[in-house]
């Protein structure tokens, strides 16, 4: 999909992915992965802030980057009225130029679904990761059961068209690819659901 006709999308969707961030949709999800990050931390693809109430901002230097002018607007409002200081960076991630070993820890929570080449955004995660950082990771992507996977494989031109997204990825294998070390991990509803805890 054209990466300004998906930001169109996103933007237009922004409504609902802040109505979903403010009834904590997945709550006990985030709260699992963001508890104990901490120091300097970026969080892509950011959408409308549903990470925010998870981060302990006494222990917490928070940068936060989107494509979606809508959705980081939203997110701003999010802050804002859980008194929090965020950086703001409106970008692409696939285009996004950080320099290397600038954050303690990095954040991605459903955004490898949408990227063209969602192994370079992890390479990059690592390059932007100081040595020993924290990644933490919540995606989904290709279910454990054959039967799932397969149904997964059939409905995933019609959800990439509907929703910018791919339904049938790899996400365990793409980690693995971009040479992070996985050092814990989660799996839910069927192993669609990939909680991952991984180092530099």
């Not at 230097?61 to 804002?80: C, E, H, N, W, Y």
């Not at 820890?105 to 932007?128: A, E």
């Not at 980690?175 to 069927?190: C, F, N, Y």
């Amino acid at each position: 999909m054209n990466k300004q006709k998906l930001i169109r999308k996103f933007d237009k969707q922004s409504a609902l992915y802040e109505e979903n961030t403010r009834k904590r949709m997945l709550k006990e999800w985030r709260q699992h992965l963001i508890e104990g990050i901490y120091g300097d931390v970026l969080e892509i693809a950011v959408g409308t802030g549903a990470n925010f109430p998870y981060y302990d901002m006494t222990s917490v230097r928070l940068t936060a980057a989107d494509f979606s002018p809508m959705m980081l607007k939203r997110a701003a409002g999010i802050a804002d009225e859980l008194q929090m200081q965020v950086n703001f960076i409106e970008s692409d991630i696939e285009k996004l130029q950080l320099p290397g070993q600038s954050f303690d820890g990095i954040v991605s929570t459903l955004s490898l679904c949408g990227y063209d080449d969602p192994v370079q955004v992890l390479r990059n995660i690592k390059r932007w990761c100081r040595p020993g950082g924290q990644i933490r990771l919540m995606e989904h992507g290709l279910g454990s059961n054959i039967l799932l996977q397969s149904a997964q494989h059939v409905v995933n031109p019609i959800a990439r068209k509907i929703s910018g997204c791919h339904w049938n990825r790899d996400i365990v294998q793409m980690v693995k690819d971009s040479s992070l070390q996985i050092e814990r991990m989660e799996r839910h509803w069927g192993g669609m659901i990939h909680l991952i805890w991984a180092r530099t």
